[in-house]
């Protein structure tokens, strides 16, 4: 029957089986247990434990015997005898080989010094008889002797001679034991002369010789058998002898256990063993396990019979097994008292044959044992333990009690009425004894070794099987458990001690199943009462269990808690896993509500506890400490309840972190909530303000608890919005950071010499270094400000884009006021007269100096010119703003501006649509001038621009334009409006001494309305004395955007850059202009007058020839110049702003040439003269030595100025294409520009029809190309043209875009401005100039009118916004 239909079907035949208290069994259930008491125990006990010692293998000693005397030693008498009979001197086959006598005394030589390696020659008498024998053998007249006739004799006769007496010194008159050393002594010489012979290969040719020598060997050794030990030493030899019993407890181990486990003294138990030594004997175990024998065959009461297994082949089992343990135990038992045995008087094997199952069966009893008997006797194992093959179980004498009446009494003297129970109760105090007197020393098994023997012994002796034995632990062990007296720890080594198999033994005790555990055992083997009190055992536990881990839990939230995992482990390793124990689903659900309920009152009592700590009761005394620190050990205590649970989260179904959130959470939020609402009424009652790093700590606190809350909770929403309710603290702290920021600026530029941070005099600074600490501190203030931000890990995305963008205001402020600041002490330093311009103050004071100044100036142009030395601290300043937009552009990124303008674009994007920007950005850039007045002595003048607005507020001045009639400023300033403005700009004259000249004034009118479609135009406005001056001028809306706020920074440094590096190029274009000039062309060409004038006189057809060395030789001074220049600059400026220093004076060369060739653009024709081929040809000569210069490479071919591709510029690229037109004819130029114009108009129009069909949001970026170039548009009005917009410069990616964009426009697009730069040297072309003004002029008003037409499609208007649009530019 197989295990599954056992429990299935026969489960209440086992349950009824184990009830039923008619039945009789040697194993008791729960319905009968005989009660037994301490001393029925101790006895039954200590019969086995002294029947273990009688049946002990008997203990074994050794005797010494003496041995008998050996017989007396004679010696030889006559040693010549010997020699003769031996080794005949008269025949040749036994001389001794040619040469024998020298291997022969260096053998000796080496005997006596020791140094011999055969054995027996280390002897000090040995050595004594060698060293007499070796005087003899070295006399001369004996070595010729030998020599010649080569005798053995001889040799025998002295050695015997010098033995005699060498052996005999120091022996008193009749003694004679020292002859015996004569005859070895002498056996050792002819020892030695066969191994030198030996040595020698002599075997063969003398094997006579050899074969004497042995046989003389073994007569001398005839009364002494070895050479090396002397024999006379064994005089007697050991015999083992068995030990008798002495019947004394110190000699019983197993008595001496009982006696500890029962509290008893070793004389107690000695004289109740003397007590009872008559009837505890082999003879009366023996009886006892015939009559166990007869009742198990007969299946009667005193034995487990067929009744007590569920299945009958598990009985016929175990009664097999238990048959053959029967044989062996009476076999241990003969072995112990052989006297027992009598012959048998059958011949027949017992051969595993059955024994008789009743009383009357066909075998008698004495015959059964008769049977056993023999079959012992005829075994292998009968010799194990020692019996004689003779013995058999047959020949027992049995008294009348082993009469089958008798053993139906079921009495025994070794076995208790009910071993179970006997054993269960041993077991007991055999736990309590190992547990009271436990070392210390951790142990995994229950009991200690000597009582598990006890314990074992008693399982073999009772005849209990191996499953009854392991649950009877168990049963202890719970029963101990449950008394409180047992840890669970102690519970889990039990569950081990009866589950985990036993390691295999050397000789397993005889018991069924041993080396099984209660896992490998088939519960279809058990009895009905092992199991019924196995099962009953798993559920009092699994009780027990659940009440401790109840109780355990209700702890679990306190500081340091009991482990609930000993009790989980028992329960899900020992108890569920179980087949024998089975749970009910609604038992568990029940215990986990319960469970629940438990930690939701202890979640209640602990919060409850930790409100009453952490908050005052006055109201008025709460702050946010108080919050944070209650939200600090509600945070504390889930990490550490998190941590505890964190391999084992759920505990029978309850996971405490979860029930803590769920229960302690929403109140702390409700709390916290409330709390923060009326500390913060009290303070605005109190008029005073929070602290801020307060309100950071609450925000921290508060955001590790909506952690935990999420993730916990994920359905259940946060109480509040922490963003929302803590938000002002950001916006307080933003406020003093800006106001922190202005002070940190200014206090970062006072303090800071601007110098290199070197390493010293001599040092080579990196590029890295060469920057002061000015810029890097206020970078690290923005760098931390932000971070402050960051750090807060802000959980609203639209909240950290608006403290994005505030902080971007904040950041483009300072930059902007470092940015003044800088250029304002640049500008200072750089007008500073130098050390060799102080000589000409005093000249200049009047006016009779001024013009011999002005004499000695003219005069100094033809020699070398000085060098200007500029101060370090100056070109440091240009470092800083190079270095600060490299550091803006990080900034940027670090700061994710793109990705905050998005959020705010989609919350603000319909609101924006409909708000008008409250401030507006205009950008006044102030390009050139035309035919302004002269106010020097040499008829030209020094211009410079000041702008002012109508409140005499004074915007911007330009730089100083040294000797120009026409000069070109190029330099931009933002006006901030918030309504219509006036604007003045007047020109005035430059003088070093005295009241500066003035030169012309013009104004403008910055009005929104008229600027409503954001396009950017240019305005040539007449001066009021003479000439013109081009405003290019576009506007923006003021917005609060944090690309906006990155593009005016971005702008200020490029624009203050721009500046001061055309600060520093002012100082040197004189030099470039006086090089680059009509002077200089005409003094290279002409040689000198005298040569013209011989020419003319000579009517030669030909001018006189100039040389490339000549015209490179021009260019000469102003090389070295710049060479001088490069390396003061060199040592101070990094290679960056070194190669935008260089480019900017590559545009100053540019314009000289452009200067040289063409005029300005204008409607009006020039006085200026073109030049002929000659002088053409000398300046794009100069063009291009002048590239080379810029370009300079070492030897390797490596740019060490300014890259090709840039100096390649868009005004390069117009120079070159000149020399194409510059000899062309009128009619053709018109032609080419009327062409040139008609193909751009149609361009333009398709771009603008392009842009009407698509629904780009950004001003169109080819608006304008007709005048988008090098020079600018005819115009007295506003002509529009594309225009570099803060929003283009919010980064330098965006500004390398805009500045590709551009030079591809220019190559896409030619423009016919040169052709009309041309044309304006041409007299004849004045009609056509005035035309294509007008051209232009309808071109840009189209232009204008389609944009706006384009705008209102695309965006709208409203009635509200009048022409105001959108507010603020457009995103891109």
């Known amino acids: 029957m197989s295990s599954a239909s056992r ?39 200590l019969r086995v434990a002294y029947l273990h010692y009688l049946l002990q293998p008997k203990t074994k000693r050794k005797q010494w015997v003496p041995a008998p005397k050996p017989p007396p030693r004679t010696h030889t008498s006559n040693i010549g005898d010997l020699v003769k009979e031996f080794v005949p001197g008269n025949s040749s086959s036994v001389k001794l080989p040619h040469g024998f006598r020298g291997p022969l005394e260096k053998r000796i030589e080496q005997v006596i ?12 008498a040995v050595k004594k008889t060698f060293a007499q024998a070796y005087t003899a053998f070295t006399e001369q007249a004996f070595r010729k002797g030998i020599d010649k006739e080569r005798k053995l004799e001889p040799l025998i006769l002295i050695f015997y001679s010098a033995a005699t007496k060498a052996c005999s010194l120091g022996h008193e008159r009749g003694d004679d034991s020292w002859k015996l050393l004569v005859d070895r002594h002498v056996a050792l010489f002819v020892r030695l002369l066969t191994n030198i012979l030996r040595d020698q290969g002599h075997e063969r040719d003398k094997p006579e010789l050899m074969s004497r020598l042995k046989t003389l060997e073994n007569k001398l050794l005839t009364n002494d058998q070895n050479l090396f030990i002397d024999t006379g030493q064994n005089i007697g ?22 006696a500890r486990i029962f509290g008893l003294s070793h004389s107690d138990v000695q004289s109740h063993i003397d007590a009872q030594r008559q009837s505890w004997t082999e003879e009366a175990a023996l009886k006892d396990l015939k009559s166990y024998q007869h009742r198990l065959n007969s299946n009667m009461n005193g034995a487990l019979r067929s009744q007590d297994f569920d299945v009958e082949e598990a009985y016929q089992e175990w009664k097999k097994a238990e ?109 309590e004894f190992d547990a009271m007197h436990d070392d210390g020393a951790e142990q995994s098994s229950l009991f200690s070794k000597q009582s598990m023997d006890l314990l074992t012994e008693l399982c073999v002796c009772w005849r209990i099987p191996q499953f009854t034995r392991l649950v009877v632990f168990l049963e202890v062990a719970a029963r101990r458990y449950t008394d409180t007296m047992f840890t669970i720890i102690d519970l889990d080594n039990a569950f081990d001690l009866v589950k985990i198999p036993l390691e295999e033994a050397k000789k397993s005790p005889n018991i069924y199943l041993y080396g099984e555990s209660l896992t490998t055992i088939e519960r279809s083997k058990w009895t ?20 401790d881990l109840y109780d355990t839990l209700m702890h679990c939230y306190e500081p340091k808690p009991p482990s609930a995992g000993p009790a989980v482990h028992v329960l899900q390793n020992h108890i569920f896993n179980d087949p024998s124990f089975s749970r009910k689903t609604e038992d568990a659900q029940e215990y986990a509500r319960m469970l629940k309920s438990g930690l939701q009152d202890q979640a209640r009592a602990v919060y409850r506890e930790f409100l009453n700590t952490e908050i005052p009761q006055s109201q008025q005394d709460w702050n946010f400490s108080h919050v944070v620190q209650l939200g600090k050990v509600v945070v504390k205590l889930c990490e550490r309840i998190q941590k505890r649970y964190k391999r084992s989260p759920e505990i029978m179904g309850v996971n405490p972190l979860t029930v803590l959130v769920e229960t302690m959470f929403p109140s702390f939020e409700n709390d916290a909530y409330d709390l923060i609402r009326r500390i913060v009424q009290v303070s605005r009652g ?57 002070e940190f600026v200014e206090q970062a530029i006072k303090q800071d010499q601007f110098q290199v941070r070197g390493h010293g005099p001599g040092h080579i600074s990196l590029d890295s270094e060469r920057h002061s600490h000015s810029v890097i501190d206020m970078f690290q203030l923005f760098h931390q400000t932000a971070d402050q931000v960051f750090q807060l890990e802000w959980d609203n995305d639209v909240h950290h884009a608006r403290f994005m963008t505030a902080l971007s205001k904040i950041f483009a402020n300072s930059i902007a006021r470092y940015c003044e600041v800088v250029d304002q002490r640049f500008v200072k330093e750089m007008d500073t007269p130098r050390p060799n311009e102080k000589d ?46 490299q550091e803006l552009d990080k900034l940027e990124r670090s700061m994710n501006v793109d990705a905050c303008a998005s959020i705010l674009e989609k919350v603000d994007g319909p609101v924006r649509k409909i708000k008008r920007p409250a401030k507006y950005v205009f950008t006044i850039k102030i390009v ?80 929104p309305i008229h600027f409503s479609d954001y396009l950017p135009r240019e305005f040539w406005l007449d001066l009021d004395t003479q000439g013109r001056i081009l405003l290019r001028v576009s506007m923006e809306g003021e917005r609060d955007d944090i690309q906006f706020y990155f593009g005016k920074a971005f702008r200020h440094l490029k624009r203050t850059e721009r500046d001061m590096v055309r600060k520093i190029t002012d100082k040197l274009t004189r030099h470039i202009n006086a090089t680059l000039s009509y002077e200089a062309l005409r003094t290279l060409l002409g040689r000198n007058l005298a040569s013209q004038v011989n020419s003319f006189f000579k009517r030669s057809s030909t001018l006189p020839q100039i040389t490339e060395a000549e015209i490179e030789n021009a260019l000469q001074s102003l090389f070295t110049y710049f060479n001088e220049n490069f390396a003061i600059m060199k040592e101070t400026l990094t290679d960056a702003t070194m190669v935008a220093v260089m480019t900017r004076l590559w545009k100053e060369v540019l314009m000289a040439i452009e200067t040289l060739l063409v005029p300005t653009l204008s409607e009006k024709p020039s006085n200026q003269r073109p030049l002929n081929q000659r002088e053409l040809d000398v300046v794009y000569k100069w063009l291009q030595l002048l590239f080379d210069f810029f370009n300079a490479r070492d030897e390797d071919g490596e740019v060490l100025g300014v890259p090709a591709e840039v100096l390649r510029s868009p005004k390069y690229h117009e120079l070159a294409s000149l020399n194409f037109f510059y000899f062309d004819s009128t009619e053709n130029l018109i032609r080419t520009s009327e062409r040139m114009a008609a193909a751009t108009a149609q361009r333009q129009q398709q771009q603008l029809q392009g842009q009407m069909s698509s629904n780009r949001l950004s001003a169109p970026a080819s608006l304008g190309h007709g005048g988008a170039h090098a020079g600018p548009a005819f115009a007295s009005m506003g002509t529009i043209r594309r225009g570099k917009s803060i929003m283009m410069s919010r980064n330098l990616g965006t500004m390398r875009r805009a500045k590709e964009e551009k030079r591809k426009e220019a190559q896409a697009d030619p423009s016919d401005d040169m052709i009309l730069r041309i044309l304006r040297m041409r007299p004849e072309a004045a009609g056509y100039l005035k035309e294509r003004h007008r051209q232009k002029e309808r071109m840009a008003a189209a232009a204008a009118a389609a944009m706006i037409v384009k705008q209102s499609v695309s965006q709208g208007w409203n009635s509200a916004g009048g022409g105001f649009g959108r507010g603020g530019i457009p995103r891109r």
């Open 7 to 45: 429990k299935s079907v026969q489960f209440n035949r086992r349950l009824n089986s184990v009830q039923n208290s008619d039945r009789r069994s040697r194993a008791g259930s729960s319905a009968r247990q005989l009660a037994v008491s301490h001393d029925d125990a101790y006895t039954y006990a």
């Open 113 to 124: 010094m020791g140094a011999e390696k055969l054995p027996g020659y280390n002897d000090a």
């Open 237 to 258: 030899n050991t015999i083992e002898v068995v030990v008798p019993l002495s019947y004394d407890v110190k000699d019983m181990p197993m008595v001496q256990a009982v």
């Open 323 to 431: 048959a053959h343990f029967l044989s062996l135990m009476m076999m241990e038992i003969l072995t112990a008292r052989p006297e027992l045995a009598r012959r048998s008087t059958t011949v027949s094997t017992f051969s595993d044959k059955a024994l008789p199952a009743s009383p009357s069966s066909a075998y008698a009893e004495d015959k059964a044992y008769s049977d056993l008997g023999r079959a012992l006797s005829n075994s292998d194992r009968s010799s194990v333990y020692g019996i004689d093959h003779a013995l058999n179980l047959g020949s027992i004498s049995l008294d009348d009690t082993s009469s089958i009446r008798t053993v139906d009494e079921a009495n025994y003297t070794f076995i208790p009425p009910d071993p179970r129970e006997f054993l269960k109760i041993i077991a007991k105090y055999a736990l």
């Open 528 to 547: 009905l009462t092992d199991y019924a009190m196995y099962q009953q055992t798993l559920i009092t536990l699994n009780d027990a269990l659940l009440r």
């Open 686 to 742: 109190r008029e005073e303000e929070l602290p801020l790093q307060d309100g950071f700590d609450l925000y921290k606190e508060l955001v590790e608890i909506r952690r935990i809350h999420r993730s916990s909770l994920p359905d259940h929403a946060f109480t509040f919005d922490v963003e929302e309710l803590l938000v002002d603290f950001v916006w307080r702290w933003i406020q003093n950071a800006e106001a922190r920021a202005e």
């Open 840 to 885: 000409a103050v005093a000249v200049t004071q009047t006016t009779q100096g001024r013009f011999m100044q002005y004499a000695k100036d003219a005069w100094n142009t033809k020699e070398k010119i000085e060098p200007f030395q500029f101060y370090p601290e100056s070109l440091v300043k240009l470092n800083n703003v190079e270095w600060a937009m």
């Open 928 to 1007: 050139e001038a035309e035919e302004i007045k002269a106010c020097d002595p040499n008829g030209t003048s020094d211009p410079y621009v000041v702008l002012v607005d109508e409140y005499q507020k004074r915007l911007h001045k330009t730089r100083i334009v040294m000797r120009s009639l026409n000069p070109r400023w190029d330099e931009s300033v933002d006006v901030t409006v918030s309504g219509p403005l006036n604007i003045v700009a007047t020109i005035w004259d430059y003088d070093t001494f005295g009241d500066h000249d003035f030169v012309g004034r013009t104004s403008l009118k910055l009005d």
